[in-house]
């Protein structure tokens, strides 16, 4: 059955370092989103994309995060410089298409800035 | 902000019974509204997904919307201990953009 990947699986940094976390949705989806989740809180959308362009952004998706598409497979998270409260759980998902299409989380990367 | 609120629990429920999970949102334009489990250290997994009010179901999960009250549901028959999970209720808002609640926790006694 076709899975989201991410790599890495865990990152620690030093805090106002740059950090990219990646992700290879399903190859025929087309809607691709971040989710944050801090330890032992909710699940917070960050960002979706669609057509190689962000759709739609929560409060939380400042100027120091950015999102690409470089190629036709990886969807990448950058976060330019990294605040210890960045320290949280990123879900990369992928969906076929928007509102009732399922959407397939990754399994994570969880990111420690220290 | 949109408000998504589900009692945190936990939820104890025997072997066999019948799990009911709570959620209400704040947003009257969210459009459709979505079920997911999470294990402890894993991701979301999607159970069921509902956008008509009313009922609807999938083996042994039920999912209950009414757009009035602004409150949709999750029945689980025949619960197992398997089913032990934070369950996160998820509202879709704008077609793109989506706003958790912090998940009620289900214990499945044997």
């Known amino acids: 059955e076709p899975e989201v990947t991410q790599t890495p699986s865990h990152q620690v940094t030093q805090m106002g370092q740059e950090v990219i976390l990646r992700c290879v949705p399903i190859s025929n989806h087309l809607y691709f989103y971040w989710y944050r989740q801090i330890l032992g809180q909710k699940v917070e959308f960050l960002v979706s994309?669609?057509?190689?362009?962000?759709?739609?952004k929560s409060e939380i998706f400042d100027d120091q995060f950015s999102v690409e598409r470089p190629d036709g497979s990886n969807f990448t998270l950058k976060i330019r410089s990294t605040k210890l409260e960045d320290s949280a759980m990123y879900f990369c998902a992928s969906s076929a298409g928007s509102q009732q299409e399922t959407q397939y989380f990754g399994p994570g990367t969880r990111l420690l800035v220290l | 902000q949109k408000e998504v609120e589900q009692n945190s629990g936990p939820l104890s429920v025997p072997e066999g019974a019948i799990a009911s999970l709570n959620c209400t949102y704040s947003d009257r334009g969210s459009q459709s509204f979505f079920w997911y489990r999470q294990y402890s250290g894993k991701s979301p997994e999607l159970i069921m997904f509902?956008?008509?009010?009313g009922d609807k179901e999938d083996g042994r999960f039920t999912a209950q919307l009414n757009k009035a009250s602004q409150y949709v549901s999750l029945l689980i028959r025949d619960s197992q201990p398997s089913d032990s999970a934070t369950y996160l209720c998820a509202v879709l808002y704008n077609f793109n953009k989506f706003y958790f609640g912090s998940g009620t926790k289900l214990n499945v006694k044997p």
């Open positions: 509902i956008y008509s009010n």
């Open positions: 994309f669609y057509n190689n362009e962000i759709s739609e």
